[in-house]
């Protein structure tokens, strides 16, 4: 494999493991406030996607209005989720919240279904990323450059809202003891929305970028993707933001690399991520980053 | 004790009515539909649908004097679900004979269900060889696959002047890896290079690692026997990786998703098809082309045409067969010769229909049509 070859490699590695970061995070933020795998991310995903497709393809609004009304959107979304499926099941067994996550996923792939159709709709691309971009002699599509840094901006201002803001300090709280935050006067409810809100506006995020980068959309597009992000989170130490990030950059890596070394084994290449995830859930829970878990007595 | 009785007779005076009303009316024929109504490939399925629906503004779907009631089974271009659809439509619907599923690897699963039943079951695109080999009760109504892998190779090496060709094939779907090997075989025989054979896999969306290994095997042309979706993404990452060079596809590219996602990327894009309507030259293709044209406001496509096609061939032998076992009725398929039907004429041989393909060339968000090759 030429030099050349092996750049563009790393940078379609980049690009796609970026998108999976984007997705990561969402993830780990959940699970890291209520212990909540919330297996309609992926979904959520795909509803901030339509919700960009409509309002630029159908509705005309300019993407700088699109790109924001869609976040805020999608955010909505989420919380009224949590308000609806999973506050009312804030006190009883995790497994319960587990099945309920579920069933939110089912129920918004299949609502899809029924009102947008399930044939592929065509997403529109601004003309930016779609046009391509030659680097240190090698050739890719503009959007491959922009995720990178696009997930990066989002990962520094998430960190910054976790550690230097007031709700970042009641996030944090709320993740190590619920009860005692709650006693404590603060609001959990509300805080646990908030954290639902930009969960699910960074899975618009990278919702629309995963359309930039590949413009087909359908009611079951975040399914893998979603798979493929919570492998990253888990990998990265489930919980932690910035070992998401690792990890949806080390799984997008794995994926295009296999596929560029060993041609003929490309059709495993989902297997070689998951057989990941199984190392990892068997050998390293907690992750990359994760803190060992504590027991509490 | 009064009401009771007052309910029980006006439940009996409704269940007499209801009885002698279906009495009345002679018993439907039941059909099975199992289409891609969804899922990956939903835009065949539902394409096969629309051309069935049209059939039936233009044509009486009534045969020996009983109605045709359709039965509509969703199998989410999934194999195991063709499967249990099949299953479905012959033992609870009691079908006499099921159309669909519209994909090879589908019909692969579903397939040697109708065998076991004896129940006829025929795909409309099915075009992988394997599909009704060896079977009775399995038909297709299109060509095979290593005709149109011939037709697509002779047209890369002879009018395109490709001497080195490149491959990027589907590794899920029976079709795509099959398309993809017949024309290596044909491309080789006529004495062209074949570069890199690269394999991609439905569902995934990033094929860049692929193309990038293709791009620096320096091919002068490209291969994709793949469904419209993975052609539309490959078409648009290949251009932004700067692998410039003509592209070739199967039956398999012919969905209008394929320019809604492709946009300007699929533009010059070429493919081997079963029927393009400049082609259409009976009056009964004319007809259709006219009702759904009427019905749906848009183009009309090879899918809908094709299961218009089965439609027309299962009618046609319960005709000929006079009854409605559908161990007659899959006779009487295998007999078909010359009916007159959406595409042309069919005539019916092992199951495989004998038909023409054509090529088309994309141009402006829609195909032009380049040429007609009869088997």
């Known amino acids: ?297 | 004790m009064k009401r009771f009785s007052i309910v029980l007779s006006a439940v009996l005076l409704l269940v007499a009515l209801l009885t002698g009303a279906v009495q009345a009316a002679p018993e439907p024929i039941r059909i099975g539909l199992n289409l891609e109504m969804t899922g990956a490939v939903a835009a065949y399925g539902q394409m096969g649908y629309e051309g069935i629906q049209t059939l039936k503004e233009i044509v009486p779907f009534k045969v020996l004097g009983r109605p045709i009631e359709l039965v509509l089974v969703d199998n989410k271009s999934d194999k195991v679900e063709a499967a249990n659809a099949t299953s479905r439509l012959i033992e609870q619907s009691k079908v006499v004979a099921i159309i669909g599923p519209m994909i090879s690897g589908s019909m692969l699963a579903a397939g040697p269900i109708a065998e076991r039943y004896h129940v006829p079951i025929i795909g409309p695109s099915t075009t992988n060889p394997l599909t009704t080999q060896d079977k009775k009760y399995v038909f297709r109504a299109c060509f095979i696959d290593p005709f149109q892998a011939t037709v697509a190779a002779k047209f890369a090496y002879q009018n395109l002047k490709a001497r080195r060709a490149a491959v990027l094939s589907d590794i899920a779907n029976d079709y795509c890896v099959a398309l993809g090997n017949f024309f290596i075989k044909e491309f080789k025989s006529f004495g062209g290079q074949v570069v890199s054979v690269q394999y991609i896999k439905a569902g995934d969306q990033d094929f860049s690692a692929q193309l990038t290994a293709i791009k620096n095997a320096n091919p002068d042309v490209l291969y994709i026997p793949n469904y419209y979706t993975e052609d539309a993404l490959a078409a648009i990452q290949a251009r932004q990786l700067g692998l410039n060079v003509p592209m070739l596809s199967g039956d398999g590219a012919d969905a209008p998703e394929l320019f809604k996602i492709g946009g300007q990327a699929v533009e010059g894009l070429m493919n081997t098809a079963f029927w393009h309507e400049k082609a259409a030259t009976s009056q009964l293709s004319k007809q259709y082309v006219a009702a759904y044209r009427k019905k749906y406001h848009k183009d009309p496509n090879a899918f809908g045409a094709l299961a218009a096609d089965s439609m027309l061939i299962i009618m046609d032998a319960i005709k000929r067969a006079g009854s409605t076992d559908p161990v007659k009725i899959r006779q009487a398929m295998e007999e078909t010769k010359d009916l007159p039907v959406v595409t042309g004429f069919v005539t019916i041989h092992n199951g495989d229909a004998v038909k023409a393909a054509v090529i088309r060339k994309a141009h402006n968000g829609q195909w032009d049509y380049l040429a007609t090759v009869n088997p």
């Open chain 1, 1 to 297: 494999m030429s030099l050349q070859e092996f750049i563009q490699q790393l940078l379609n590695g980049l690009s796609l493991g970026s998108l999976y970061a984007l997705v990561a995070i969402g993830y780990t933020m959940v699970y890291g406030i209520l212990r909540l795998i919330n297996f309609a991310h992926g979904d959520i995903f795909m509803v901030g996607a339509y919700i960009a497709f409509y309002l630029v393809g159908v509705f005309y609004l300019p993407w700088w209005l699109s790109l924001p009304l869609t976040l805020l959107l999608t955010a909505g979304v989420g919380v009224l989720i949590d308000r609806v499926a999973y506050r009312p099941l804030r006190n009883e067994p995790r497994i319960s919240l587990l099945i309920t996550a579920v069933g939110v996923s089912f129920l918004l792939e299949n609502l899809g279904l029924v009102t947008v159709g399930a044939r592929q709709k065509g997403f529109p691309v601004p003309g930016m990323m779609a046009s391509p971009v030659r680097i240190l002699g090698a050739q890719v599509g503009g959007v491959s450059i922009w995720v990178p840094l696009i997930s990066l901006a989002f990962l520094l201002l998430l960190l910054w809202v976790i550690y230097r803001t007031k709700a970042g300090m009641a996030m944090r709280a709320v993740s190590r003891d619920i009860e005692a935050t709650r006693l404590m006067g603060a609001d959990v409810d509300r805080i646990i929305a908030f954290t639902f809100a930009i969960g699910s506006a960074l899975a618009a995020a990278g919702g629309i970028l995963w359309s930039f980068k590949y413009p087909q959309i359908n009611p079951l597009m975040g399914i893998y993707p979603g798979w493929k992000a919570f492998t990253a989170a888990v990998v990265g130490g489930i919980g932690n933001p910035t070992g998401a990030m690792i990890g949806g950059v080390l799984i997008g890596l794995v994926e295009v690399l296999t596929v560029a070394f060993f041609p003929t084994l490309s059709g495993y290449r989902d297997a070689f991520v998951f057989s990941i995830l199984i190392l990892f859930l068997l050998l390293r829970p907690t992750g990359l980053l994760g803190e060992p878990l504590k027991e509490k007595v």
